[in-house]
């Protein structure tokens, strides 16, 4: 709606209220009453003057204008030119949209700067976000000049979030300019550690601040007077370090460390709410960051904290402990432990427990992982569940308290959602794990539910019977049909505990002998077939799905129709005779039409990897590491999969062969390895790539278990992450388009044709059936029993050329012919042949010329 329909709608109300008005005070029917002279409006001057200069109908206006979505008063500056009132109310909406600001990076401006490297990239204009509008660093201090002489904006909440680095420049231009001199009417000052160490402005804000976080160390040493309260203040393990390496630096005895502790943690500082921030890494015992625990207790006690909130982040870093643990003054403190000590009793008497104690992991990865584990459902090396249950004991140890709330993982809504009595099961377990800490205590879990509906609580509370019959039905959900049907009836007979977690075991087996990958494949697309039915309003069987597969017809492939038909066989039944043809012609009449569309797929060539092999970069660890992926890859012919991970244990050599020990793929689930054995010569491309990766890994920057890892934190690579190496490898080559698969089926190509058999190929490409196997292979004249090993006439000039290397020998005298074996002479790229005479006792150089027989 228009700025002018609005004003004639306000206008007609205005009209009709002051004629109704009119008409109370004079009365036509009474001629003796006294006539009241009213000035006539000018509807077409005055009345739009007068609603225009009305600050209620202009606040409406530009809270009309301005309201939905994505908007913002500052695109809508404009109609401060209409008059005073509208450039008043314009103005207060800019100091309110800025009481709040949240400074965040651009993520492409920071991935371009990271892409260049050139020293002028500093001098390039950058952005950033303020309050999800993009601001450009060269326009940036004229409108912050607007805010603060124009709008006159007094910002209350700086927050800054998403940066991975320092930012100086953006940092001096946010307090200098959006700040300038009214950074003391701040209240909240967050995140700023994330794009300063820590100076002087900083901290005279960290001084007035009422929350602020996280709180550096340098703020911390800073003397400034006077007492501080915050009714919010964050802390993260970082400074907990900073603090402990701090007091144990360059000290003779054990008590200078606590006066420095003292010191530096006093009661000048006091809190209401204390938020810290983990890392989630609480489940690997020995390489979960410690925390020192004396250091902990003591910003309890002398900061009088009334709250603690505990934040559990994935991939969060810190300090390597063992700067501080190694003086052996701190206690080295984890929440994976069995149980930690409890707090000194002076300090329970000072704080016996505190007010409310809430622990966030809604953004452990990690923790929903590893509690998934500690219910059965799934087991992964290197995880234990165990030290896990410990951390709901832990934190009532070292933060006492009668509630708690826990705000579980997001991850875990599907395991709940999948199982929901032993979830609930699995949840008292790890609140009773510790009963001395559990007694007398209440402990909430929050849990956001995706799929969980209020029914499916009330069937859990109303099914509970002893004998878990209400677990089997709700693992059984998965199924439909008469795989369900004939479930039930199972339930029906195991009416004791033991028979019951019999059927939950078979209820598990059914889903668990697939691969995990084709089993969450086919789990989405069965959601994806039962959220079109649900839509539809179709019930679950078969002639339902084949309108469904119809439908899919039209979008997709024919391999997305096979696979949707797989993971409905899985979930219910086989399809009737009649059903099943006519998803078959479904499919068959499908291939048909993608023969105009169908493309064969790329194979890389050795020609290709050879040209790969020249470009390395010897003084580049990723350009190393980059071209050995895609040597052995089309060497031993592996997947992605088993590529990302190839251990270096499992490279065995013995004289001129290499053995690659692949102890899992994707046809093998049941990791009973197999082998692949290479040609592996001192010199070769192979040999030398190889043993230059491996002293390069033999320094401790580079350092790892596997042979492909992530340079930056030496993690192994996952298999998108070796497809993705090997695609740009292949690209910056030249070729476009290809695939790390494209190196697997060009190398079972290359072999077929240099002579092996189709077995060979299959033994060691390490294919299970023929048919795999035949889908790779393209028609080659070796496939047909056509060999090249047929003679060829070359007509020999006597020259008196060097000779490269003697690799004939001919018994007889010399001759103006002899017969020349394809392949024996190709690496001779100038076509010189040379061979020793036995009847002269010499060596004969020929320089040959090819012409065919006849």
């Known amino acids: 709606m228009s700025l002018v329909c609005l004003a004639k709608g306000f206008a007609g109300l205005y009209m009709q209220l002051r004629k109704k008005l009119h008409e109370d005070i004079v009365d036509d029917d009474e001629d003796d009453s006294p006539r009241r002279k009213i000035k006539k409006l000018d509807t077409r001057c005055d009345l739009p003057q007068k609603i225009f200069n009305n600050d209620f109908i202009v606040r409406h206006l530009i809270k009309h204008i301005v309201s939905g979505k994505n908007k913002s008063v500052l695109d809508y500056l404009q109609l401060r030119l209409v008059n005073k009132s509208f450039n008043n109310e314009v103005l207060s909406k800019v100091r309110t949209e800025f009481a709040k600001v949240q400074v965040s990076p651009n993520r492409t401006d920071e991935e371009e700067l990271e892409a260049?490297?050139?020293?002028?990239?500093?001098?390039?204009?950058?952005?950033?976000?303020?309050?999800?509008?993009?601001?450009?660093?060269?326009?940036?201090?004229?409108?912050?000049?607007?805010?603060?002489?124009?709008?006159?904006?007094?910002?209350?909440?700086?927050?800054?979030?998403?940066?991975?680095?320092?930012?100086?420049?953006?940092?001096?231009?946010?307090?200098?300019?959006?700040?300038?001199?009214?950074?003391?009417?701040?209240?909240?000052?967050?995140?700023?550690?994330?794009?300063?160490?820590?100076?002087?402005?900083?901290?005279?804000?960290?001084?007035?601040?009422?929350?602020?976080?996280?709180?550096?160390?340098?703020?911390?040493?800073?003397?400034?007077?006077?007492?501080?309260?915050?009714?919010?203040?964050?802390?993260?393990?970082?400074l907990l370090a900073e603090i402990a390496f701090y007091c144990v630096s360059e000290i003779s005895k054990r008590e200078e460390a606590f006066d420095r502790l003292k010191s530096l943690v006093t009661a000048n500082i006091t809190c209401d709410q204390l938020d810290l921030v983990f890392s989630d890494r609480v489940m690997w015992s020995k390489q979960t960051p410690a925390h020192?625990?004396?250091?902990?207790?003591?910003?309890?006690?002398?900061?009088?904290?009334?709250?603690?909130?505990?934040?559990?982040?994935?991939?969060?870093?810190?300090?390597?402990?063992?700067?501080?643990?190694?003086?052996?003054?701190?206690?080295?403190?984890?929440?994976?432990?069995?149980?930690?000590?409890?707090?000194?009793?002076?300090?329970?008497?000072?704080?016996?427990?505190?007010?409310?104690?809430?622990?966030?992991?809604?953004?452990?990865?990690?923790?929903?992982?590893?509690?998934?584990?500690?219910?059965?459902?799934?087991?992964?090396?290197?995880?234990?569940?165990?030290?896990?249950?410990?951390?709901?004991?832990?934190?009532?140890?070292?933060?006492?308290?009668?509630?708690?709330?826990?705000?579980?993982?997001?991850?875990?809504?599907?395991?709940?959602?999948?199982?929901?009595?032993?979830?609930?099961?699995?949840?008292?377990?790890?609140?009773?794990?510790?009963?001395?800490t559990a007694r007398h205590s209440r402990l909430y879990f929050r849990l956001f539910t995706f799929g969980i509906t209020e029914d499916d609580v009330k069937d859990?509370?109303?099914?509970?019977?002893?004998?878990?019959?209400?677990?089997?039905?709700?693992?059984?959900?998965?199924?439909?049909?008469?795989?369900?049907?004939?479930?039930?009836?199972?339930?029906?007979?195991?009416?004791?505990?033991?028979?019951?977690?019999?059927?939950?075991?078979?209820?598990?087996?059914?889903?668990?002998?697939?691969?995990?990958?084709?089993?969450?494949?086919?789990?989405?697309?069965?959601?994806?077939?039962?959220?079109?039915?649900?839509?539809?309003?179709?019930?679950?069987?078969?002639?339902?799905?084949?309108?469904?597969?119809?439908?899919?017809?039209?979008?997709?492939?024919?391999?997305?129709?096979?696979?949707?038909?797989?993971?409905?066989?899985?979930?219910?039944?086989?399809?009737?005779?009649?059903?099943?043809?006519?998803?078959?012609?479904?499919?068959?009449?499908?291939?048909?039409?993608?023969?105009?569309?169908?493309?064969?797929?790329?194979?890389?060539?050795?020609?290709?990897?050879?040209?790969?092999?020249?470009?390395?970069?010897?003084?580049?660890?990723?350009?190393?590491?980059?071209?050995?992926?895609?040597?052995?890859?089309?060497?031993?012919?592996?997947?992605?999969?088993?590529?990302?991970?190839?251990?270096?244990?499992?490279?065995?050599?013995?004289?001129?062969?290499?053995?690659?020990?692949?102890?899992?793929?994707?046809?093998?689930?049941?990791?009973?390895?197999?082998?692949?054995?290479?040609?592996?010569?001192?010199?070769?491309?192979?040999?030398?790539?190889l043993s230059r990766w491996r002293v390069r890994c033999s320094e401790p920057a580079f350092k790892s278990d596997y042979i492909f890892f992530n340079l930056n934190n030496r993690e192994k690579l996952s298999p998108s992450a070796i497809s993705k190496v090997t695609k740009e490898t292949l690209k910056n080559a030249g070729v476009e388009g290809a695939t790390h698969h494209a190196l697997r089926r060009g190398a079972a190509n290359a072999l077929r044709a240099s002579g092996l058999s189709f077995e060979e190929v299959k033994a060691k490409g390490r294919w299970r059936s023929d048919a795999s196997v035949a889908r790779y292979l393209t028609d080659a004249p070796s496939a047909q029993g056509l060999h090249a090993t047929t003679s060829t006439s070359l007509k020999v000039f006597y020259t008196n050329s060097r000779p490269i290397h003697p690799t004939l020998s001919c018994d007889s005298t010399r001759r103006k012919f002899v017969n020349y074996m394809p392949g024996t002479t190709s690496c001779f790229e100038r076509h010189l042949i040379s061979f020793t005479d036995m009847a002269n006792n010499c060596a004969v150089h020929l320089e040959v010329c090819i012409e065919p027989p006849g």
């Open 116 to 238: 260049d490297e050139d020293e002028h990239s500093a001098d390039q204009d950058r952005s950033f976000f303020l309050n999800d509008r993009i601001v450009w660093m060269s326009n940036a201090e004229q409108f912050f000049t607007f805010l603060n002489t124009v709008a006159r904006i007094r910002v209350q909440d700086l927050l800054f979030a998403g940066f991975s680095r320092f930012d100086e420049d953006l940092h001096k231009c946010i307090l200098h300019y959006l700040l300038a001199d009214n950074w003391f009417f701040m209240i909240s000052y967050k995140g700023a550690e994330e794009v300063c160490p820590g100076c002087t402005m900083c901290n005279l804000i960290a001084s007035r601040a009422r929350y602020y976080g996280p709180l550096q160390f340098r703020t911390l040493t800073e003397a400034i007077p006077g007492r501080r309260h915050y009714k919010q203040l964050i802390l993260t393990e970082i």
């Open 460 to 689: 859990q509370v109303e099914n509970a019977e002893p004998n878990l019959l209400a677990r089997q039905k709700l693992a059984w959900r998965t199924f439909e049909g008469p795989k369900k049907a004939f479930f039930d009836r199972i339930t029906q007979v195991a009416m004791s505990p033991e028979l019951c977690n019999l059927a939950a075991l078979l209820a598990q087996s059914a889903l668990l002998a697939k691969a995990p990958n084709t089993l969450k494949a086919y789990q989405a697309e069965n959601r994806l077939r039962k959220a079109w039915m649900a839509k539809k309003d179709l019930p679950e069987e078969e002639q339902s799905l084949l309108l469904y597969l119809a439908h899919r017809s039209q979008v997709v492939g024919s391999g997305s129709i096979a696979k949707a038909i797989a993971a409905f066989r899985m979930v219910n039944n086989n399809l009737s005779i009649f059903g099943g043809q006519l998803a078959g012609d479904l499919i068959k009449s499908m291939k048909k039409r993608e023969i105009e569309s169908r493309t064969q797929p790329s194979q890389i060539s050795w020609t290709e990897v050879e040209k790969i092999v020249k470009r390395v970069d010897v003084q580049d660890p990723k350009s190393e590491r980059n071209v050995l992926i895609t040597l052995i890859s089309w060497t031993t012919l592996l997947r992605a999969s088993e590529a990302a991970e190839i251990k270096w244990t499992d490279l065995k050599r013995e004289g001129d062969v290499l053995e690659i020990r692949v102890r899992h793929a994707k046809n093998d689930q049941l990791a009973q390895g197999r082998s692949t054995f290479v040609e592996y010569k001192d010199g070769t491309d192979l040999d030398i790539l």
């Open 292 to 436: 020192p625990r004396e250091v902990i207790d003591w910003i309890l006690y002398r900061w009088r904290i009334k709250t603690v909130n505990i934040r559990f982040i994935t991939g969060y870093s810190s300090i390597n402990c063992e700067v501080w643990a190694c003086k052996r003054i701190f206690t080295p403190m984890r929440f994976d432990e069995k149980f930690v000590a409890t707090r000194s009793h002076s300090m329970d008497q000072n704080n016996p427990g505190f007010k409310r104690v809430e622990v966030d992991m809604q953004s452990g990865d990690e923790i929903a992982t590893c509690f998934a584990e500690s219910m059965g459902l799934f087991e992964r090396g290197g995880l234990s569940a165990t030290a896990f249950q410990n951390v709901c004991a832990n934190i009532k140890r070292v933060f006492p308290n009668q509630d708690m709330f826990l705000v579980l993982p997001i991850e875990l809504a599907g395991v709940a959602a999948a199982d929901l009595y032993a979830f609930c099961k699995a949840l008292l377990e790890f609140a009773w794990k510790d009963e001395r």
